[in-house]
């Protein structure tokens, strides 16, 4: 079988190594795309794969007619609204992800912008500590839990809501679990985005929301630029100069954002959260075993459609 590694953004090398290894011991043929520029490249590249590695790179119904010996297709990660699941349901190919593998990766990045944030973007000015600062993580899934984890080391309050998660596990693992966004935004100085892109959660972050927030709010996002709602976003940073949002997807309206607000913006210039060597190690080597045995088992853990 025919196992094509399609990254635009590129693992680290070590973890390309470790891919291969996995691949080639099982007896399949390893291909690599990295750094494609044209999507053009990937339809050709797909069209002899049986199975696909992929990180945010698209896959959508062209990309499946492309590739008639598709199987498989798996994503390096966590977030899957980069593939069309129902067009690969419809052409029988399995799509799956790799919960957790790289979350402790996004969660250090979120605190690396949280520091960033209440240290005034170390423009040498008097910042804040985050110590005793309340922290309401938007959605308690693998991330969630690891930026609740790090949090505790910080000293900071912690509350979390989860519509699809029971309140007790979240107040096992000593946060106060909050029964609507509303409650979390209304109570939290600091907000982490954990929520998946959905139709449902597609700009649920607008400004009536945002409106909420105590005074030196501060939003952080790992997760989706589409998540906010970007005009609104910008709507409420005018009417609220203590208000800072930090991101690790930068918004359509970058620019202006940038201009705007440089004191209380930024974005990184590509999106870092996983970029690690070790969650590029634990991804990739994870989607390859995930492959291996599927091939051999027909076992699909992690299914997504
Ligand atoms: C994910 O959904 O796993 C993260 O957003 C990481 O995405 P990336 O593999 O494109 O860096």
Redesign the pocket.
């Known amino acids: 079988m025919k196992v094509l590694v399609a990254t635009d953004?590129p693992f680290a090398s070590e973890a390309v190594q470790g891919i291969r290894e996995v691949v080639e011991q099982a007896g399949h043929e390893l291909a690599l795309l990295e750094k494609y520029t044209e999507k053009a490249q990937l339809l050709h590249a797909v069209q002899t794969a049986n199975a696909m590695i992929v990180?945010?790179d698209i896959v959508d119904a062209e990309v499946m007619e492309s590739a008639p010996e598709l199987q498989l297709v798996v994503r390096?990660?966590?977030?899957y609204d980069n593939i069309d699941l129902s067009a690969a349901t419809q052409k029988n190919i399995c799509v799956m992800n790799t919960p957790g593998q790289?979350a402790n990766a996004?969660a250090e990045l979120a605190f690396g912008l949280m520091v960033y944030a209440a240290r005034n973007f170390f423009n040498g000015t008097s910042g804040n500590e985050l110590r005793g600062k309340k922290l309401g993580i938007h959605a308690y899934g693998h991330v969630g839990q690891n930026v609740a984890r790090i949090a505790k080391g910080f000293g900071m309050e912690l509350y979390a809501f989860d519509p699809f998660l029971q309140a007790n596990i979240i107040e096992s693992d000593g946060l106060k679990p909050l029964n609507s966004e509303n409650e979390l935004y209304s109570t939290c100085q600091f907000i982490s985005l954990h929520i998946p892109l959905t139709a449902q959660t597609n700009q649920s972050v607008n400004k009536k929301l945002l409106s909420k927030m105590p005074p030196k709010g501060v939003l952080i996002n790992t997760a989706r630029k589409e998540i906010i709602h970007e005009a609104e976003l910008l709507n409420f940073m005018e009417e609220r100069p203590d208000f800072k949002y930090l991101t690790d997807i930068k918004p359509d309206n970058h620019a202006e954002m940038a201009e705007k607000f440089p004191t209380r913006y930024v974005a990184t210039p590509k999106?870092m959260?996983?970029?690690t060597e070790e969650a590029n190690n634990n991804?990739g080597i994870s989607a390859a075993k995930q492959i291996v045995e599927f091939f051999q088992t027909g076992k699909a853990q992690f299914r997504v459609n």
């Open positions: 953004k990180r945010s390096a990660g966590a977030g790289n996004v999106k959260g996983a970029q991804t």
